[in-house]
């Protein structure tokens, strides 16, 4: 499965960007999907991921009530919404699949995703 990463740009404070993540199979639908971010020097970090099948999602605090993950297994897609953005959200950002467990102790370490998309840039300036 290849993963395909789009929708970055340049937004303003407080704006939105909506980023989506197109997978090449139909075995999609058997992964979970997790997003992380990469800022300039910094570590790559876990942003928010969802359950291959049951929808349930979990967030870092930082983006809590702000971003929004979806997927539509039908379109081999998972969705972020991102909303009220901050200029510390500027970062390069990643999708990611893994087949494992459902566990904060797997889907929250990048070290556990086995597919990883190309990443796209996200920059909040004004």
């Known amino acids: 499965v290849q993963l395909q990463a789009s929708g970055g740009g340049l937004v303003q404070p407080g704006g939105s960007l909506r980023l989506s993540c197109a997978a090449s199979e139909r075995t999609f639908s058997s992964y979970h999907m997790g997003w992380f971010r990469q800022a300039p020097g910094k570590e790559r970090e876990f942003v928010t991921v969802?359950?291959?099948?049951?929808?349930?999602?979990s967030y870092a605090d930082s983006v809590k009530g702000r971003f929004t993950i979806s997927r539509d297994n039908a379109k081999n897609t998972v969705y972020l919404q991102m909303n009220s953005l901050k200029p510390e959200d500027t970062a390069v950002y990643f999708c990611?699949?893994?087949?494992?467990?459902?566990?904060?102790?797997?889907?929250?370490?990048?070290?556990?995703?086995?597919?990883w998309g190309q990443g796209t840039q996200v920059t909040v300036s004004s």
């Open positions: 990611a699949a893994y087949r494992g467990s459902w566990s904060p102790y797997v889907f929250s370490y990048q070290v556990f995703y086995n597919l």
């Open positions: 969802i359950n291959r099948s049951d929808g349930r999602t």
